[in-house]
Protein backbone atom coordinates (compact mmCIF):
# COMPACT_ATOMS: atom_id res chain seq x y z
CA UNK A 1 0.00 0.00 0.00
CA UNK A 2 1.36 3.36 -0.96
CA UNK A 3 1.48 6.47 1.57
CA UNK A 4 -1.04 8.92 -0.32
CA UNK A 5 -0.55 11.80 1.93
CA UNK A 6 -1.14 13.78 5.29
CA UNK A 7 -2.80 17.04 5.71
CA UNK A 8 0.00 19.81 6.00
CA UNK A 9 0.26 19.69 9.75
CA UNK A 10 0.38 16.23 10.47
CA UNK A 11 3.25 16.43 7.26
CA UNK A 12 5.14 19.11 8.75
CA UNK A 13 5.50 17.64 11.92
CA UNK A 14 6.62 14.20 10.12
CA UNK A 15 9.03 16.11 8.22
CA UNK A 16 10.58 17.49 11.37
CA UNK A 17 10.13 13.73 12.70
CA UNK A 18 12.39 12.37 9.56
CA UNK A 19 15.12 15.05 9.64
CA UNK A 20 15.56 14.90 13.71
CA UNK A 21 16.09 11.17 13.50
CA UNK A 22 18.56 11.26 11.17
CA UNK A 23 20.48 13.79 13.13
CA UNK A 24 20.23 11.24 15.79
CA UNK A 25 21.54 8.41 13.08
CA UNK A 26 18.16 6.46 12.84
CA UNK A 27 16.99 6.47 8.85
CA UNK A 28 13.11 5.76 8.45
CA UNK A 29 11.18 5.49 4.96
CA UNK A 30 6.99 6.35 5.28
CA UNK A 31 5.18 3.37 4.40
CA UNK A 32 1.74 5.07 5.23
CA UNK A 33 -0.11 7.86 5.41
CA UNK A 34 -3.82 8.68 4.45
CA UNK A 35 -6.06 5.16 3.99
CA UNK A 36 -9.58 4.99 2.75
CA UNK A 37 -11.62 3.35 5.12
CA UNK A 38 -12.32 0.86 2.67
CA UNK A 39 -8.32 0.18 2.76
CA UNK A 40 -8.50 0.28 6.70
CA UNK A 41 -11.06 -2.59 6.77
CA UNK A 42 -9.23 -4.36 4.33
CA UNK A 43 -6.00 -4.48 6.72
CA UNK A 44 -8.13 -4.94 9.61
CA UNK A 45 -9.67 -8.11 7.36
CA UNK A 46 -5.94 -9.43 7.35
CA UNK A 47 -5.28 -12.59 9.80
CA UNK A 48 -9.02 -12.75 10.68
CA UNK A 49 -11.25 -13.44 7.42
CA UNK A 50 -8.30 -12.96 5.07
CA UNK A 51 -5.21 -14.30 4.65
CA UNK A 52 -1.98 -12.79 6.48
CA UNK A 53 -1.33 -11.85 10.32
CA UNK A 54 -3.06 -9.49 11.92
CA UNK A 55 -1.54 -5.96 11.31
CA UNK A 56 -3.89 -3.66 12.68
CA UNK A 57 -7.03 -3.24 15.72
CA UNK A 58 -8.63 -0.24 14.02
CA UNK A 59 -11.40 -0.72 11.35
CA UNK A 60 -12.21 1.61 8.71
CA UNK A 61 -13.19 5.00 10.20
CA UNK A 62 -11.77 4.50 13.74
CA UNK A 63 -7.74 5.06 12.72
CA UNK A 64 -6.23 8.27 12.20
CA UNK A 65 -5.20 7.22 9.07
CA UNK A 66 -8.84 7.89 7.64
CA UNK A 67 -8.07 11.40 8.06
CA UNK A 68 -4.54 11.85 7.37
CA UNK A 69 -3.34 12.31 10.56
CA UNK A 70 -1.25 9.31 10.89
CA UNK A 71 2.01 7.84 9.65
CA UNK A 72 3.49 4.41 9.40
CA UNK A 73 7.40 4.15 8.96
CA UNK A 74 9.85 1.38 8.57
CA UNK A 75 13.89 1.23 9.68
CA UNK A 76 15.96 1.55 7.11
CA UNK A 77 19.18 -1.03 7.20
CA UNK A 78 20.92 0.06 4.03
CA UNK A 79 20.94 3.89 4.29
CA UNK A 80 21.98 5.75 1.29
CA UNK A 81 21.52 2.03 -1.54
CA UNK A 82 17.62 2.20 -1.12
CA UNK A 83 15.69 0.69 1.65
CA UNK A 84 16.11 -2.38 3.41
CA UNK A 85 13.29 -2.60 5.83
CA UNK A 86 13.67 -3.64 9.37
CA UNK A 87 10.63 -4.25 11.31
CA UNK A 88 12.34 -6.32 14.42
CA UNK A 89 10.07 -4.97 17.25
CA UNK A 90 12.90 -5.04 19.61
CA UNK A 91 15.36 -2.35 17.62
CA UNK A 92 16.17 0.50 19.93
CA UNK A 93 15.81 2.53 16.96
CA UNK A 94 11.86 2.40 17.75
CA UNK A 95 12.34 3.67 20.96
CA UNK A 96 14.28 6.24 19.79
CA UNK A 97 11.84 7.37 17.35
CA UNK A 98 8.77 6.99 19.92
CA UNK A 99 10.96 9.68 21.91
CA UNK A 100 11.31 12.26 19.05
CA UNK A 101 7.79 11.84 18.19
CA UNK A 102 6.64 12.84 21.42
CA UNK A 103 8.61 15.63 21.50
CA UNK A 104 7.44 17.14 18.28
CA UNK A 105 3.37 16.59 19.79
CA UNK A 106 2.68 13.22 18.14
CA UNK A 107 1.46 9.66 19.71
CA UNK A 108 3.36 7.03 19.31
CA UNK A 109 1.93 3.36 18.70
CA UNK A 110 4.79 2.09 20.97
CA UNK A 111 3.41 3.50 23.68
CA UNK A 112 -0.33 2.01 22.91
CA UNK A 113 -0.76 -0.66 25.45
CA UNK A 114 -0.66 -0.95 29.48
CA UNK A 115 3.58 -0.36 29.61
CA UNK A 116 4.93 2.83 27.73
CA UNK A 117 7.43 1.17 25.22
CA UNK A 118 6.10 -1.96 24.50
CA UNK A 119 2.70 -1.44 22.47
CA UNK A 120 2.17 -3.30 19.41
CA UNK A 121 2.25 -0.55 16.95
CA UNK A 122 6.09 0.73 17.20
CA UNK A 123 5.92 1.97 13.52
CA UNK A 124 2.79 4.03 13.72
CA UNK A 125 2.74 7.97 15.12
CA UNK A 126 -0.37 9.79 14.70
CA UNK A 127 -1.26 13.72 15.35
CA UNK A 128 -4.21 14.25 18.22
CA UNK A 129 -3.72 18.17 17.52
CA UNK A 130 -6.97 19.51 15.83
CA UNK A 131 -6.08 23.08 14.40
CA UNK A 132 -9.67 23.79 14.17
CA UNK A 133 -10.76 23.18 18.11
CA UNK A 134 -7.55 24.04 19.27
CA UNK A 135 -7.76 20.46 21.17
CA UNK A 136 -6.27 16.99 20.98
CA UNK A 137 -8.98 14.25 20.07
CA UNK A 138 -8.83 10.51 21.42
CA UNK A 139 -9.77 7.70 19.73
CA UNK A 140 -13.09 7.46 20.70
CA UNK A 141 -13.32 11.08 18.67
CA UNK A 142 -11.30 9.38 15.88
CA UNK A 143 -14.63 9.05 13.09
CA UNK A 144 -15.72 13.05 13.51
CA UNK A 145 -11.72 14.17 12.53
CA UNK A 146 -12.34 13.85 8.76
CA UNK A 147 -10.34 16.88 6.95
CA UNK A 148 -12.63 20.00 6.01
CA UNK A 149 -13.88 20.74 2.44
CA UNK A 150 -11.33 22.20 0.35
CA UNK A 151 -8.31 20.83 2.83
CA UNK A 152 -5.46 19.70 0.72
CA UNK A 153 -3.65 16.66 1.55
CA UNK A 154 -0.34 16.34 0.51
CA UNK A 155 1.70 13.43 -1.41
CA UNK A 156 4.09 11.87 0.73
CA UNK A 157 6.27 11.03 -2.31
CA UNK A 158 7.16 14.71 -3.45
CA UNK A 159 7.42 15.98 0.03
CA UNK A 160 11.03 14.82 1.41
CA UNK A 161 14.50 14.91 -0.41
CA UNK A 162 16.76 12.08 -0.02
CA UNK A 163 18.63 13.48 3.09
CA UNK A 164 15.07 13.33 4.53
CA UNK A 165 14.70 17.36 4.64
CA UNK A 166 11.11 19.29 3.33
CA UNK A 167 10.61 19.46 -0.58
CA UNK A 168 7.99 21.73 -0.33
CA UNK A 169 7.77 25.37 -0.66
CA UNK A 170 7.63 27.50 2.15
CA UNK A 171 4.36 29.03 0.73
CA UNK A 172 2.63 25.28 1.93
CA UNK A 173 2.32 24.50 -2.45
CA UNK A 174 3.09 21.70 -3.85
CA UNK A 175 6.49 20.75 -5.17
Given at each position: ????GLIF?????????????????????????????????????????????????????????????????????????????????????????????EELG??????????????????????????????????????????????????????????????????????
Amino acid sequence: MRAQGLIFQTEAKCVLLVARLLGRGVEVAITSGFRSCADQDALFAKGRTAPGHIVTKARGGDSFHNCARAADFVLDDKPGDGVKPCWNPNDRRWQILGEVAEELGLAWGGNFGKVPGSGWDKPHVEDRYCETCGREHGSAEQKTMTPPAGTRLVPLARTFNEDGSCAMPRDGGTA
